[in-house]
């Protein structure tokens, strides 16, 4: 019988406990972890270690954590389905980092537009971390072996680095990792902000100029009716109108749709209506997910249970890589 199992593509992700996630981390990611739990072997992690690139306060960072958990379950992900833990909870992710260290060059990290964004954003604080931050996720991502990593568009320069690390570290010492590929929504893959359409929705922007995960059906509808549009008056999905578009795709993805069906159910109707008709959707998706993570938050020893089930799970599996990894090196 054992025999006849046939074992599924593994898939990798995380997401960052920054602070509170976006529509867009929803749309570009966190949708996709949800509807990938059954047909794949998922493993699920908050990464706590990422976040610390961008000072963070202690209270605040162990706050954002427990919640980033609690959202988490309330979008869906089962415990019982998949591997879902705190990153630096597997102390393998830090020491895969280092040995990667060694085998990525300063020049293709450097280069990186989120380094580059970041280091902008943070000017006092451009720390080594911040640098280094694709090699840590790079050694999320080998260290289970991972096929698939379902994230945004721009996270697609990162996913190259793993694969290049993957095969630079196989060719260099033997067949180790295996090489991992993007799974990017077609559409949703980059939501916009609603203030600013030619840049990433972003939850450490202004709050006008995102959906928060948890924003409450009034906060949902005074943000949608401030959403910057433009002056054509007529509702097409085209790069000349980025701010209708945006909207589109929003709709279109809290809907199952594409954005070319929505543009075309909102035919000779104006601006008002499809804000109207998004905020609806919003409201209907986002309402039970809220109040799940109400529920959540209020048992923590149902949180440490979960982090504590995952810990171990994926520890089993990270720890069989790393000393796969350190033999191969030369390690003792
Ligand atoms: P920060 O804004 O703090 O830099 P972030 O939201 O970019 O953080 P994460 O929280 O780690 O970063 O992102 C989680 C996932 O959400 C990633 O897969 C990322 O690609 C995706 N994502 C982030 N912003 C968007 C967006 N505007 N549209 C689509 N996907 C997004
Ligand atoms: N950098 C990612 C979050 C992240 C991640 C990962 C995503 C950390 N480690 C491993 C996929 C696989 C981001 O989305 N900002």
């Known amino acids: 019988m054992e025999a006849n199992v046939e074992k599924k593509p593994i898939v990798f992700s995380a997401v960052q406990p920054s602070g509170l996630p976006t529509i867009g981390n929803y749309i570009g990611a966190l949708k996709n972890w949800v509807n990938m739990q059954d047909e794949f072997d998922c493993i699920y992690a908050v990464a706590d270690l990422h976040a610390i690139t961008v000072r963070q306060e202690p209270a605040k960072l162990r706050a954002n954590s427990m919640q980033m958990m609690a959202l988490l379950l309330a979008c869906g992900i089962d415990p019982d389905k998949c591997v879902l833990f705190m990153q630096s909870h597997v102390s393998a992710h830090s020491e895969l980092a280092w040995l990667l260290n060694t085998i990525t060059y300063i020049g293709e990290l450097s280069r990186m537009t989120q380094f580059k964004d970041k280091s902008r954003k943070h000017e006092s604080n451009i720390n080594v971390g911040l640098l280094d931050y694709p090699v840590l996720m790079a050694a999320d991502i080998l260290l289970y072996q991972a096929e698939y990593i379902p994230v945004g568009k721009d996270q ?177």
Request: with cysteine; aromatic share 8%.
């Open 156 to 332: 697609t320069q990162h996913l190259e680095l793993a694969r290049d690390l993957a095969e630079r570290f196989n060719n260099a010492y033997s067949p180790t990792f295996t090489v991992p590929k993007g799974y990017i929504p077609k559409t949703g893959g980059r939501i916009m902000s609603l203030q600013d359409p030619m840049h990433k929705m972003s939850k450490s922007d202004d709050a006008n100029a995102f959906i928060g995960m948890l924003d409450t059906p009034d906060e949902i509808a005074r943000k949608i009716k401030r959403a910057v549009t433009d002056s054509v008056g007529v509702i097409n999905y085209c790069p000349e109108q980025p701010g209708v578009s945006n909207l589109l795709d929003i709709y279109a993805a809290f809907g199952d749709e594409t954005p070319e069906q929505a543009a075309a159910a909102f035919e000779g109707k104006g601006y008002g209506e499809l804000k109207a008709a998004l905020t609806e959707r919003l409201v209907e998706v986002l309402t039970p997910i809220r109040e799940n993570c109400t529920r959540y938050m209020g048992d923590k020893a149902y949180l440490q249970s979960v982090m504590k089930k995952g810990e171990d799970a994926a520890a089993a599996m990270a720890y069989r890589t790393l000393a796969k990894v350190r033999r191969k090196m030369g390690f003792i």
